[in-house]
């Protein structure tokens, strides 16, 4: 059975080969040659060393290891004709438990999963193909050409290997876990022989303490990452911003928010787990008059309006009016006439100031001067900087502004004589004055 297999496979591969050489590639798995798996440790591996071959589950597990004088003697006592080694050489003697889990009922050998031709490694990569020791003693009937399993079964297993002392004594072990069926492109597991070796910890998941957070414009805050396993090997976390401009992180996860919007800030870990908050900037004062409008800074308005400091870290609030200190009412609804000044000191060292005016009080309706139906312009008087209409029926025919020493010319078609025309000025704050009503003449 065995040499049919070994047949068929050598046919396959020799074939494959003379068509495609150029696209046979070998690729280090998870396990991989610079982080290998101890193989002291128990693993449990997929294995599948030909494309055609359907995928076996493996146990792996390096029980003893000697290598020197006592491996040295400990061979030649097996077989009289195992080679003595030379003053640069000298065996490594190692006992495996292998198990075959899962998998078609075939018989598999050991040399199949761990063969000394092919499976030994320097730490650099270099494939050994050593001589190999025979046993021929108490190890009989245990060495990798006598012991085969079905699936379920397992075995101890002893390799012995004639290697240059330069190697240093513990050779990487390498099984293939899966071949790609067109790329031929095979995936492997390594294993560290070196008792001394201890296997790198995967980080298998990363928490964030906080999963949203709502920051004052030109605030911090710091995020703390927290990871599992905490005996990880490498606990580096890179921090990243998805919207620099909003908010941006540093290496140690300290958020910085720079104007309003909304970012993702993601924690990664070296071997790409990652957590994700999200950070919404807001204004540090933000205000909205009592029907819901957004009031900015320099504002002037006509309704009681509400302000919301939305900075967590206060140092302290104050807050003016027309010049004079003024109480911060509690529910932080100001309902009075007057200019406010409101500033907010943080514990970031941050200093925000926001203005507005509540004007409640309508301008007094505006004047004007005789109008002709000859009149290009309607020319009078109304209160500093409002807006002035001027109305035909309900139809706005004109309008434009109050100066800062509240005069008024606006262009206008002439009218007819007679046309019955109205007035009105409208304030910053929306206010509205009574309807000056005049005639053309």
Known sequence: MRIIKSTLSLVVL????FFS???????????????PYSAFKKHKLSFQPDAWEQKRTIEVQLLEIQRGNSANEIVIEENLFNSVPKSDEEWILMKYNLKYVSGPEEELYADEIISSINSFFTPKGTSLSPETATFSGEREGYGEYDVSFYPGSESVVWYGILVKKSVGGYPLVRIPTSTHPETWTTSYAWLSTNPGYKEQVNITKINLNKASIRLGTGTSEKLTASIQPVNATNKAITWTSSNSKIAKVDSNGVIKALK??????????????????????VPVISAKTTDHRAVKNQSIVNKNTTITITNNKIKSKTVTKSGTKYAW??????????????????????????????????????TVQKITSKSAYVTGSAE?????????????????????????????????KGTQLKIQAIDQAGNKSKIRTTKVY
């Open 384 to 416: 500093k900087s409002s807006k002035v209409y001027i109305y035909r029926g309900s139809k706005v025919i004109a309008q434009g502004p109050a100066s800062t020493q509240g005069k008024y010319k606006i262009k206008i078609s002439k009218q007819k």
């Open 21 to 35: 050489f150029s696209e046979l590639t070998v690729d280090a798995a998870s396990g991989d040659r610079h982080t």
């Open 14 to 17: 020799i074939g494959f080969l």
């Open 260 to 281: 309003a919007g909304s970012a993702k800030i993601t924690a990664k870990t070296s071997n790409g787990k990652t957590a994700v908050s999200t950070v919404t900037v």
């Open 329 to 366: 009412p509690s529910s932080g609804l100001f309902n009075k006439e007057g200019k406010y000044t409101i500033t907010v000191k943080d514990y970031y060292n941050q200093t925000n100031s926001f203005t507005f005016t509540i004007d409640k009080k309508a301008p007094s309706a505006p």
